[in-house]
T-cell receptor
Framework: GEDVEQSLFLSVREGDSSVINCTYTDSSSTYLYWYKQEPGAGLQLLTYIFSNMDMKQDQRLTVLLNKKDKHLSLRIADTQTGDSAIYFCAESPRRGSQGNLIFGKGTKLSVKP | GAGVSQTPSNKVTEKGKYVELRCDPISGHTALYWYRQSLGQGPEFLIYFQGTGAADDSGLPNDRFFAVRPEGSVSTLKIQRTERGDSAVYLC??????????????FGPGTRLTVL
C-alpha cells in the first residue's frame, strides 16, 4: 500500500543542522516533496526532487534520495528559530505526477536559541 | 491573485447542517485538489479536478461530500448533514499540470471547519 512515515519530533539548537527523515513505499513515485507548515498556516512548498536524482541542494536545504531503500531526507543547514514548524514529506504515486499526494504525519521541528 | 485563496477561513456549524467551502486557484492552473487535515495528521486527499471534471474522487469519504468546479476555475466543496467527525482543516491546492515540475501543487491557507 501507499504509506509515508516520518518521525514526529526533532529538537535542535540554533545554528546546528537539522535532518528530517522520511520513508515511502511506492517505488513508482516520480516526485517527492517537502512542505513546511507554520502554526495556523497552510502548506508552503520548500523543495522537491525528481526520482532520477540522488541529491538536490537549494541554499540551506539539501534533499537526499535513496531509491533503493525508499528513504528521503531533508537537511537544513544553520537552523534558525524561524525554521520551527512542521515539515511534511509527500510522494506522488502516479506516473506524470498528476493526482493526489500522499503525505506523512509531519515532523515537528523545534529550534532552541 | 498571487496564490490559492480559500473562504471562509473559519466555519463553525451545527451537526446536521450543510456547508460550502470555496477555493480560488492560482490563475491559469488547470488542476485543483482538495485535501482534509485532521489534528496531528498530514493532509489526506479528497478529490482532484482537471478542468471542470473530477478526474479522481476516490478520497471522498462518503456521499455526504461533493465538489464542483463548473467553469474550470473556482471550486466548491459541499458537505451535507455534517457530523462532528468532519471537523478538520480543508485544504485546497492547484497546479499548472503541464508535466515535469509544473505539476507541483501549491496550497491555500485552508478552511478550519468545526462541527458542534
Amino acid at each position: 500500500g501507499e504509506d509515508v512515515e516520518q518521525s514526529l519530533f526533532l529538537s535542535v539548537r540554533e545554528g546546528d543542522s537539522s535532518v528530517i527523515n522520511c520513508t515511502y513505499t511506492d517505488s513508482s513515485s516520480t516526485y517527492l516533496y517537502w512542505y513546511k507548515q507554520e502554526p495556523g498556516a497552510g502548506l508552503q512548498l520548500l523543495t522537491y526532487i525528481f526520482s532520477n536524482m540522488d541529491m538536490k541542494q537549494d541554499q540551506r536545504l539539501t534533499v537526499l534520495l535513496n531509491k533503493k531503500d525508499k528513504h528521503l531526507s531533508l537537511r537544513i543547514a544553520d537552523t534558525q528559530t524561524g525554521d520551527s514548524a512542521i515539515y511534511f514529506c509527500a510522494e506522488s504515486p502516479r506516473r506524470g505526477s498528476q493526482g493526489n499526494l500522499i503525505f506523512g504525519k509531519g515532523t515537528k521541528l523545534s529550534v532552541k536559541p | 491573485g498571487a496564490g490559492v485563496s480559500q473562504t471562509p477561513s473559519n466555519k463553525v456549524t451545527e451537526k446536521g447542517k450543510y456547508v460550502e467551502l470555496r477555493c480560488d486557484p492560482i490563475s491559469g492552473h488547470t488542476a485543483l485538489y482538495w485535501y482534509r487535515q485532521s489534528l496531528g495528521q498530514g493532509p489526506e486527499f479528497l478529490i482532484y479536478f482537471q478542468g471542470t471534471g473530477a478526474a479522481d474522487d476516490s478520497g471522498l469519504p462518503n456521499d455526504r461530500f461533493f465538489a464542483v468546479r463548473p467553469e474550470g476555475s473556482v471550486s466548491t466543496l459541499k458537505i451535507q448533514r455534517t457530523e462532528r467527525g468532519d471537523s478538520a482543516v480543508y485544504l485546497c491546492a492547484s497546479s499548472l499540470t503541464g508535466g515535469g515540475d509544473t505539476d507541483t501543487q501549491y496550497f491555500g491557507p485552508g478552511t478550519r471547519l468545526t462541527v458542534l
